[in-house]
């Protein structure tokens, strides 16, 4: 009915009247993925806290529900959105179902992964927060030693049983060897958080070995890159990234140290109230923004920013007022990966499935076992948990979709294996937190420093 | 230097192989516009808090200082970026100025628009949360005098002054008086609650009546739009606007007393945590979304959101979640009204614009008058600052521009005119707040009832 809106929204008719009604589109558009996102995320977490699994897997169903393999609300760019969307759209706006899609298909599109990225953002932010920095470099050579297991077996595994098992050639299987090495850092720490795992030893060996297995993904992913454009290794640009991810991290440690007891110091001189939050959160978007500039994730400075202020005597009003952000853009973050799920590329009766299907199952089989064996070379003379140590680092995410997106457009990857690492991040993602329960539930004595 | 981006960035890579560079050039653009809002308006909130001012103004000025005013890093649609910016952002992403231009003009413009009326729309939530529904509801008679008079008395002398001094058609005339007519609820209700004169009788007068003078702004919209359109006041349409706006108040109302506390309890009932801050998040999207449906302003539903949800005992926490999210979103809806604020229109060495500095001033002195003297009309037994009452209404806002939209678009309201009309809601938005300041402070024995 849009004629009645038209007449009873004055709003909306100065929009119409400006030629402007993707304004009021957007809004109502997004008005309404919220409601969807936030009232399916609350019924999937109420089961899953009920039935005692992570909450994680309760955004992760509710995603799958409501996205590209579910009810269509919220679709990665390009696919139909359901047309009850639409309708409801249409009683605010007078638009067409075309010029919708063209909506969700642009800024809608653009806004949920920006606010996607900001709720990981903010998990690793807390996590850095919550993280003691002294325990961290204390388990150090425990998680250089599991990152460098974790990533050296799936590499070499991936590699030689694509090549021997399934016959790819050589760059597509080390392509597909290198989308196996790095640990999804966002959805492994938001699940110990949640499991109350990272204060223990175990914990912050997970946390410090995700970290650099992530930097060192990357650095592997740009090796890979240099073979295949130039034939060699460019050795220049892989110190380059070496080094400046070298110089981030010590950074971070240093300001640790000085600079954020003095920052925090000096803040609090402010006569302006909520100072201190403010002056967190510039220092949280600076450093997100510095990452992206010297080519790491962003989602890393994040994390230092977190560590940064996480010594000072502001961190537990920090804590609380990270939770009270996350309650909205966490959400977001992790039902846009249920989302993004497509179930139907796992249909067996689909035969153009099936090749996908048989190499997925590989690389998930080689994924978790090679994480799993990384985690019995954390040495300690203590008791911990090995078994959860690998466990922690089993899911898979960013910077391994960077392989698969690299992968595809150059046609290095099929696309039958680029389907295949795409299951092998749901598979790992959907099963490591009930796995993780389990292991720690069994073991609740964690070992704690 | 894109190139050694480029090879750092492998996130940036897979980006743009994909094709898709435009996701990191939005990223980038959204990270350092965060950091100058937030960065300026901290600066100039620090100085505001030093010399005795509202915060509310060292928002508004960091943002003519960032905005199409100043250093144009935050601009309208259309308007031309800082080349610093454009410099910046081909730091992180190998990119043109053209295609910088073309993000800043489309989903940048769009997501602070956004993040804008998500912070307006916070001010109204927290402003219904601290809300005393019985004391609004008792001095119900007394803002409803206030409003309609203060609606009448700008509406008559706009038209008249326009018509005998400047010789306006009838209609133009019109419309630019009724321009005059709507207080702008978010400013203004931020300000009062920055000068904790909310809570006072005389807060919870100008409350009530600034929240109806906006619902009859809208029908006196309506009735404009009606003689424009057809020559005569289409009765059935209008009185369905009044209607949905009376049953949408009183379901509120109604709300407060039933619904809220019952709502409340489920939720505690819910194992999942935090299911009380995000139960009344999702009530906040839906009365906005409502609003926007029946064709009312969002955040009068925003405001409802708060009001059902402030006679509850989740009161307290719920307020207090809601400030962390204002620490930023409030910051970019103050800072983008500065931003938005067009100085150069100001400039009387421009010729064109003395024609519509003329009509300004003549306007603002009809404005602020004619709330002033509205203020008087608060009858009361008490001894009320009926000075303060009129001040505080005195700001106009997201009504009126919808006045100013639509008459320039359709033509009734020439560019000069239209000028004056933005001017006359710059300058009553800039002076509203410090002389708050002054007659409050002056009384600083503020009624409580």
Redesign the interface.
């Known amino acids: 009915m849009p004629t009645l809106?038209y007449?009873?929204?004055?709003?909306?008719?100065?929009?119409v009247?400006?030629?402007e009604n993707?304004?009021k589109v957007?809004?109502?558009s997004?008005?309404?993925i919220?409601?969807f996102v936030?009232?399916f995320?609350?019924f999937f977490?109420?089961i899953?806290?009920?039935i005692g699994l992570p909450?994680v897997i309760?955004d992760l169903i509710a995603g799958l529900v409501i996205g590209v393999s579910g009810l269509h609300i919220l679709v990665p760019e390009g696919a139909q959105i359901n047309p009850f969307l639409v309708n409801l759209i249409e009683?605010?706006a007078p638009t067409t179902p075309e010029e919708i899609q063209a909506v969700f298909d642009?800024?809608v599109h653009?806004?949920v992964?920006?606010y996607a990225?900001f709720g990981a953002g903010l998990v690793l932010l807390s996590i850095g927060l919550e993280s003691n920095l002294k325990q961290l470099l204390k388990v150090g050579w425990q998680s250089a030693t599991v990152a460098v297991v974790g990533l050296t077996l799936p590499l070499v595994f991936g590699f030689l049983g694509l090549i021997y098992l399934f016959h790819l050639p050589t760059i597509t299987a080390l392509f597909a060897g290198g989308a196996l090495t790095a640990t999804g850092l966002g959805i492994s720490a938001k699940v110990m958080q949640e499991l109350e795992i990272l204060k223990s030893t175990e914990g912050q060996i997970i946390l410090g070995a995700a970290i650099l297995d992530n930097i060192l993904g990357?650095v592997i992913?740009?090796i890979l890159?240099s073979i295949v454009e130039t034939g060699s290794i460019d050795v220049g640009?892989v110190a380059?990234?070496i080094l400046?991810a070298a110089i981030f991290i010590l950074t971070a440690v240093m300001m640790n140290l000085f600079f954020g007891p003095w920052f925090i110091t000096q803040l609090e001189k402010?006569?302006?109230?909520?100072?201190i939050?403010?002056?967190s959160?510039?220092l949280f978007?600076?450093w997100?923004?510095v990452a992206?500039?010297?080519?790491l994730?962003?989602i890393l400075g994040a994390f230092a920013a977190g560590l940064i202020l996480g010594g000072t005597k502001a961190r537990e009003e920090l804590i609380k007022?990270v939770?009270?952000?996350s309650?909205?853009f966490e959400?977001v973050f992790l039902v846009s990966i249920g989302a993004k799920t497509d179930l139907n590329l796992v249909n067996p009766t689909v035969a153009s499935n099936r090749e996908g299907i048989t190499v997925a199952l590989f690389l998930i089989t080689v994924a978790i076992t090679s994480k799993i064996i990384a985690g019995f070379f954390a040495f300690s003379s203590e008791k911990i948990n090995r078994l959860g140590i690998g466990t922690g680092m089993v899911p898979r995410g960013e910077v391994v979709?960077?392989f698969a997106?690299?992968g595809a457009?150059?046609g290095i990857l099929p696309p039958a294996i680029n389907v295949a690492i795409v299951l092998m991040v749901i598979a790992t993602t959907f099963l490591s937190p009930p796995l993780l329960r389990i292991i720690f539930t069994r073991d609740s004595q964690l070992t704690q420093p």
């Open positions: 809106v007449w009873l929204d004055p709003d909306l008719l100065a929009i009247t400006d030629g993707s304004a957007l809004a109502s997004m008005a309404l919220g409601l936030f009232i995320s609350r977490r109420e899953t806290a009920r909450l309760g009683l605010v642009g800024p653009l806004i992964e920006q990225e990357l992913l740009a890159i640009n380059k990234l400046t402010l006569k302006a109230p909520a100072s939050g403010m002056g959160f510039i978007i600076l997100s923004f992206g500039i010297i080519g994730e962003s007022s939770s009270v952000l309650i909205i959400t979709l960077l997106g690299l457009t150059t």
